[in-house]
């Protein structure tokens, strides 16, 4: 059954991812393809507080943050999850882990519409098999996203590469960043996995390098006291080099994303951050593999760095041990291959390589 915008008004439309960052950024302009097609429905967001930031540009969303460590822990918690959501016509599972399975059908049992991602597992299976690899581009996780509602019955037009966007800069973020320089680089060396880490020394060469490139300002990146101690350390040790870790709340993280140059990421959440207000992004692949899905909507792939070995992809996710246990993927991957890329996306001279 087609849904069209006339029939949206009185449509409750409940969309659920609850992790991780990159994946919730990557449904951001889904979701504002939604409310495009669907202007008068009521539309919930299920997904952690902190990352509601993420959806600045969609008009009209709602949230609900869920409590899984407390009052919607376990099944008894996912029973009064359902219960404080109340009813909904659509549900859209765009994450299909067991909370999520859990809790759709509970609301099919009360009459809602239910739809949920395809993640194509047998194909990313063979991708990163190394006995028998099929080495092909999957479709994208922003397209598995627009599938469920095309399967629901709207009349999703393709996904839209979001705009450039500059936002303005807080006081506190202004306080932070400093005066303007000339270029302005986010530096995002972290990942959940080890697969999609470069390694930190490798990525101090990168900073180190770009450093002393004239007019130049780096901004690092990431969560957590050991990501923090790294990032305070190259603060201290290079020039032009500053550390947002602990310093800003994730909106603000987006006001000054959207004001650098370029990011240069892991196959991560700075990537797909930085995508969604249209800033390019420089990123370094190891275990893994833009095949699979996850590269950044709207990212020029010239821009990814990465080496062609026979095993690559080894993961989907880099969460699996590497089969040579030392990732020579990453670990053989020149840090001035990273400079020569940025250089060249920004047109700027290269630096000497020390």
């Excluded at 047998?122 to 922003?142: G, N, Q, W, Y």
């Excluded at 000339?182 to 959940?192: E, N």
């Excluded at 690092?220 to 006291?225: I, K, L, Y």
């Excluded at 990501?227 to 993280?253: C, K, N, P, W």
Aim: one cysteine or more; a positive charge.
């Amino acid at each position: 059954m087609a849904v069209s915008s006339g029939d949206s008004s009185s449509l409750r439309i409940l969309v659920i991812r609850l992790s991780a960052m990159g994946d919730v950024a990557m449904t951001v302009p889904v979701v504002g393809a939604l409310r495009k097609v669907a202007p008068e429905a009521r539309i919930v967001m299920l997904t952690p507080a902190f990352l509601q930031p993420f959806f600045r540009e969609v008009e009209g969303l709602e949230f609900f943050s869920p409590d899984f460590k407390k009052r919607h822990k376990g099944l008894r918690g996912i029973v009064r999850l359902n219960r404080d959501l109340g009813h909904f016509d659509m549900v859209a599972d765009l994450h299909d882990v067991i909370r999520s399975k859990m809790l759709r059908r509970m609301m099919e049992r009360r009459g809602a519409r239910v739809a949920y991602i395809d993640k194509g597992r047998d194909e990313k299976k063979f991708l990163a098999s190394l006995e028998e690899k099929v080495k092909r581009p999957l479709k994208t996780t922003v397209e598995r996203y627009r599938d469920v509602f095309v399967s629901m019955g709207f009349d999703m037009p393709p996904i839209e590469v979001p705009k450039r966007l500059r936002y303005d800069l807080s006081a506190e973020v202004r306080v932070l960043a400093g005066e303007r320089t000339r270029y302005w680089i986010g530096i995002a060396p972290f990942a959940q996995h080890r697969g999609k880490i470069y390694p930190l020394d490798h990525m101090e060469q990168v900073i180190a390098r770009l450093s002393v490139i004239p007019e130049v300002r780096l901004f690092v990146f990431g969560g957590g006291p050991e990501e923090r101690a790294y990032a305070e350390r190259m603060q201290a040790s290079y020039a032009g080099v500053v550390s947002v870790i602990g310093r800003v709340r994730l909106a603000q993280e987006m006001e000054l994303i959207s004001n650098l140059d370029l990011m240069v990421s892991m196959d991560s959440s700075g990537m797909h951050m930085a995508s969604l207000v249209g800033v390019p992004a420089v990123s370094v692949w190891g275990a893994t593999h833009p095949y699979a899905g996850f590269y950044g909507l709207g990212q020029n792939p010239e821009d990814a760095v990465q080496l062609d070995m026979w095993c690559r992809p080894c993961s989907i996710y880099g969460n699996k041990p590497c089969a040579f246990d030392e990732y020579p993927c990453m670990m053989n991957l020149r840090p001035q291959m990273v400079v020569e890329k940025v250089c060249r996306r920004l047109g700027i001279e290269l630096p000497v390589e020390g």
